[in-house]
C-alpha cells in the first residue's frame, strides 16, 4: 500500500516569493513515479511536474521544481517567483511503476491550500 | 488535441436512485481512470479501464461499475446510491505504461 502525506493544511505567501509544499510518502515499491497536481476552485486537476523513483536529477518544468529526496521519502513541490495566480490546491500524488501489469491508479494526499497575497 | 471531456458538469439525485457519469479521453490516449474527491480530500481512485476491460480497481464496493468503448470514451455507472456518495467525479486519460494522467473538468454529484 502507498501513502502520500501532507502537513501543511494551508498556506500565505507573498507575491513573488518562493513557495516549498511539503511531501512525504510510504511505500514498498521499488519503483514509482511522484506526482505533483494543481486543483483550483473550478476543480479540473491540472498536471505540474513528475518524478521517477531512478531519475537522478530532480524535474523541473518552468517555475516548478521538484526536490526530491529519496531517502527521506519526500517529493517536494518548489515555486519559484510565486504569482497572484498560483492560489489554489496543490496534492501530492504517486503511483507504482508496474511492469507485470494492472494498474492502481494514483495515490493522493490531501491537499495543501494555497493562497498567494498582493 | 482535445483534451478530456466530462458529462454532466453537476447532477442531483436522491438516495437510492442510480447514476451514469460520462468520459471522453484525450486524443490518442488508450486508457481511463475514475476518481472520487470528496470535499475537503484528495481524490481516491475507484478504477480503470483499457481495452474496454477494468485493468485495476481500488477500495469501492461492485455498485460502482464501468465501462469502455471502442473509441475509448469511458462511463462510470453508480448504483443504489448513498449521502456519501456525493463528491466530485474525475476522468482520467493517459497511455498505459506511462505514469502522467490528464484530467477532465469533473462531475459534481450530489445525493439527497
Known amino acids: 500500500a502507498q501513502k502520500i502525506t501532507q502537513t501543511q493544511p494551508g498556506m500565505f505567501v507573498q507575491e513573488k516569493e518562493a513557495v516549498t509544499l511539503d511531501c512525504t510518502y510510504d511505500?514498498?515499491?521499488?519503483?514509482?513515479?511522484l506526482f505533483w497536481y494543481k486543483q483550483p476552485s473550478s476543480g479540473e486537476m491540472i498536471f505540474l511536474i513528475y518524478q521517477g523513483s531512478y531519475d537522478e536529477q530532480n524535474a523541473t518544468e518552468g517555475r516548478y521544481s521538484l526536490n526530491f529526496q529519496k531517502a527521506r521519502k519526500s517529493a517536494n513541490l518548489v515555486i519559484s517567483a510565486s504569482q497572484l495566480g498560483d492560489s489554489a490546491m496543490y496534492f501530492c500524488?504517486?503511483?507504482?511503476?508496474?511492469?507485470?501489469?494492472?494498474?492502481?491508479?494514483?495515490?493522493f494526499g490531501k491537499g495543501t491550500h494555497l493562497i498567494i497575497q498582493p | 488535441e482535445t483534451g478530456v471531456t466530462q458529462s454532466p458538469t453537476h447532477l442531483i439525485k436522491t438516495r437510492g436512485q442510480q447514476v451514469t457519469l460520462r468520459c471522453s479521453s484525450q486524443?490518442?490516449?488508450?486508457?481511463v481512470s475514475w476518481y472520487q474527491q470528496a470535499l475537503g480530500q484528495g481524490p481516491q481512485f475507484i478504477f480503470q479501464y483499457y481495452r474496454e476491460e477494468e485493468n485495476g480497481r481500488g477500495n469501492f464496493p461492485p455498485r460502482f461499475s464501468g465501462l469502455q468503448f471502442p473509441n475509448y470514451s469511458s462511463e462510470l455507472n453508480v448504483n443504489a446510491l448513498e449521502l456519501d456518495d456525493s463528491a466530485l467525479y474525475l476522468c482520467a486519460s493517459s497511455l498505459l505504461g506511462l505514469g502522467e494522467q490528464f484530467f477532465g473538468p469533473g462531475t459534481r454529484l450530489t445525493v439527497l
Open positions: 511505500t514498498s515499491d521499488q519503483s514509482y513515479g
Open positions: 486524443s490518442g490516449h488508450n486508457t
Open positions: 500524488a504517486m503511483t507504482p511503476v508496474n511492469s507485470g501489469g494492472g494498474a492502481d491508479g494514483l495515490t
